[in-house]
């Protein structure tokens, strides 16, 4: 710093950070082991900023996206610390040229570009600098129980002529991560997340494709699902399948839908979380949906929003969310982002808006990308919940009330995606694993498949008019600008006015033409 705030154009801000990551994996397919290995990396990633907090070499020109590749490279694993400080030289004096010829890209367009409000906010905020020396965490696998594991989760799959594919797959992952900066911030902290995902496919006899999906997250190793467990998810995939192969589909549809507490997490995730990305609020080429709303109802009174990294559990079931310090150093906040339905703030990075000029510990990214204002874990609550049954009953009330023959209930969700920039509508889609009608005239549910939720984010929130009791969670990856960050949302069941559904895409295949060998009566070697 001493020799580079000096240089033409100056360096004001310098960032290091390495983060050691040792990764095991073992997966398993059709009763058959695919892949078992252990590896470990490092990683270095510098980031030199050049011109002032105000305006940098990162200010956004034209159609220029957020976030994207940071440079970042493989370091050395021995610790050799003059190795080590050879690899940062070299690389920041790379990126300083970099920089200093993307500052004068940044002035010219000053120059010719008209700036919008948001657009004249400072490229970086000032933080307090922070220091923090936690242990080291340390990982033992022993992948010989998980092979055996995968092998037979999987052959439990095939025993159901249903089953055209499956998978499972056991992740460890530990990072620790080291960070400093000019400004004085010391940060060493590391984290332990155990994966076991289960995936089945089939194919109805019309060509779609049925996936079933579950996932299991835990941090201690004694925590693992045991077999029992495992098993009976299973069990339920497998019935899942089997009988969404012989469901009907169901015709494009408006009206009632009642979304359960997982389903409603994904739900809000895609709706409402990603356009709360303080990022988005800056950009003349996002939709801007709730730039201008603070302090306005953008929904029900009667639920509030809040996303809290700093939580590890939710009633007793973990958060994947959980961080103690995003990726720009800034320790991770609990942020009130809804209360009592008015809009109250933004997920923020260091990239600060005019009226939030500081983060919030929500700055965050794949290894590999520049940090972005992420999700961490969002948690929906509700002043008014019910129990489920009383929100059915509510669901049948309004089919009545809109002489509809049924409503939609949707139990399962795998994601979705949504639309934020200007060039697109302003849309989301969201795609239902598990789909029943309910029946206004009491007739059993029925399961049904071959659609989508589809909806704009201001009309779909006000239509919500009740909710649950009862949280639900959802643990996953989420990918946008920043690479794929691990996230959690939990909300009760909701209950939805109106909802649209558009007819989901689907394949012409027909399913094989034999049935699968250990299912086929005229297959021979079946005892081998």
């Known amino acids: 710093m001493d020799t580079l705030s000096t240089a033409d154009p100056p360096v004001y801000f310098l960032g290091y950070t390495v983060t050691d990551a040792t990764e095991a994996e073992v997966s398993g397919s059709n009763g058959a082991l695919v892949e078992s290995s252990t590896d470990r990396n490092r990683?270095?990633?510098?980031?030199?900023?050049?011109?002032?907090?105000?305006?940098?070499?990162?200010?956004?020109?034209?159609?220029?996206?957020?976030?994207?590749?940071?440079?970042?490279?493989?370091?050395?694993l021995d610790d050799d610390i003059p190795i080590l400080r050879r690899e940062m030289w070299r690389t920041t004096d790379r990126q300083y040229r970099d920089s200093a010829e993307a500052l004068i890209k940044v002035k010219t367009s000053q120059q010719v570009q008209v700036q919008t409000a948001e657009g004249s906010a400072p490229d970086f905020s000032h933080e307090k600098p922070h220091v923090s020396i936690g242990p080291r965490v340390e990982m033992t696998v022993d992948r010989k129980p998980w092979e055996d594991r995968v092998r037979r989760y999987t052959a439990e799959f095939s025993k159901s002529p249903a089953v055209l594919n499956s998978l499972a797959t056991f992740t460890a992952l530990a990072n620790?991560?080291?960070?400093?900066?000019?400004?004085?911030?010391?940060?060493?902290?590391?984290?332990?997340?155990?994966?076991?995902e289960l995936y089945l496919q089939s194919k109805a006899p019309d060509g779609m494709?049925?996936?079933?999906?579950?996932?299991?997250?835990?941090?201690?190793?004694?925590?693992?699902?045991?077999?029992?467990?495992?098993?009976?998810?299973?069990?339920?995939?497998?019935?899942?399948?089997?009988?969404?192969?012989?469901?009907?589909?169901?015709d494009p549809y408006a009206g009632p839908a009642l979304l359960t507490g997982r389903a409603a997490?994904?739900?809000?995730?895609?709706?409402?979380g990603h356009r709360a990305e303080g990022f988005r609020q800056k950009d003349i080429d996002e939709g801007q949906t709730f730039t201008s709303k603070i302090g306005e109802k953008i929904m029900p009174d009667f639920i509030s929003i809040k996303d809290d990294p700093t939580e590890a559990t939710l009633n007793g079931e973990m958060l994947l969310g959980n961080y103690p310090f995003d990726d720009e150093g800034v320790p991770a906040q609990s942020v009130q982002l809804v209360d009592h339905g008015v809009l109250k703030t933004f997920l923020m990075s260091r990239s600060p808006l005019v009226n939030v000029p500081e983060s919030n510990g929500h700055g965050r990214r794949q290894l590999g990308y520049v940090p972005v204002a992420r999700?961490?874990?969002?948690?929906?609550?509700?002043?008014?919940?019910?129990?489920?049954?009383?929100?059915?009953?509510?669901?049948?009330?309004?089919?009545?009330?809109?002489?509809?023959?049924?409503?939609?209930?949707?139990?399962?969700?795998?994601?979705?995606?949504?639309?934020?920039?200007?060039?697109?509508?302003?849309?989301?889609?969201?795609?239902?694993?598990?789909?029943?009608?309910?029946?206004?005239?009491?007739?059993?549910d029925q399961l049904v498949r071959g659609v989508n939720i589809v909806g704009t984010p201001l009309v779909s929130l006000s239509n919500i008019v009740a909710t649950s009791d009862k949280q639900e969670i959802f643990n996953g990856y989420c990918g946008a600008e920043s690479g794929s960050v691990p996230v959690a949302a939990a909300s009760p069941a909701?209950?939805?006015?109106?909802?649209?559904?558009?007819?989901?895409?689907?394949?012409?295949?027909?399913?094989?033409?034999?049935?699968?060998?250990?299912?086929?009566p005229q297959a021979g070697g079946q005892a081998q």
Not at 234 to 242: M, N, T
Not at 403 to 417: A, E, K, R, T, W
């Open 43 to 76: 990683y270095l990633e510098v980031q030199t900023r050049v011109g002032s907090y105000q305006l940098d070499d990162t200010h956004k020109v034209g159609n220029e996206p957020d976030g994207g590749p940071s440079g970042a490279g493989t370091a050395v």
């Open 176 to 196: 620790n991560q080291y960070q400093v900066n000019s400004e004085g911030t010391k940060l060493e902290f590391g984290l332990i997340h155990y994966r076991l």
């Open 209 to 250: 494709n049925i996936e079933r999906y579950a996932n299991f997250d835990w941090l201690d190793p004694k925590s693992a699902p045991d077999d029992k467990t495992v098993d009976a998810t299973i069990k339920q995939l497998i019935g899942e399948a089997e009988a969404l192969d012989k469901a009907p589909l169901v």
């Open 265 to 272: 997490a994904v739900f809000f995730h895609e709706v409402f």
């Open 375 to 444: 999700q961490g874990n969002l948690i929906v609550s509700s002043t008014q919940g019910v129990p489920f049954a009383q929100l059915r009953e509510k669901l049948i009330a309004l089919v009545k009330q809109q002489n509809l023959q049924y409503g939609l209930l949707i139990d399962d969700i795998s994601g979705g995606f949504t639309m934020t920039g200007r060039e697109q509508p302003q849309a989301f889609q969201v795609t239902p694993l598990v789909v029943y009608r309910v029946y206004a005239d009491g007739r059993p």
């Open 494 to 520: 909701i209950l939805i006015s109106e909802m649209e559904f558009a007819k989901k895409e689907t394949s012409t295949d027909k399913p094989p033409i034999l049935p699968p060998p250990a299912h086929d």
